[in-house]
């Protein structure tokens, strides 16, 4: 479990940033159009880059036994 920390510690990072461009009213980086607006194509890329973290968590989990 020694190698899994960094996959966790991307999932959570993944998430804030998933949360984050779902708030609207702040001024969000990496958009053209209405920077303070709600991205749900933002925080869905996010949302799917985190549940991949988390699988390579799980399989890195493994590797270390």
Do not use: E, T
């Amino acid at each position: 479990m020694q190698r899994a920390w960094l996959p966790i510690a991307l999932a959570v990072a993944f998430i804030v940033l998933a949360v984050f461009y779902l708030v609207p009213g702040i001024n969000h980086p990496l958009v053209s159009d209405q920077p303070a607006g709600i991205h749900l194509k933002h925080a869905i890329l996010f949302g799917g880059l985190a549940v991949l973290s988390v699988i390579w968590a799980r399989f890195a989990g493994n590797a270390s036994r």
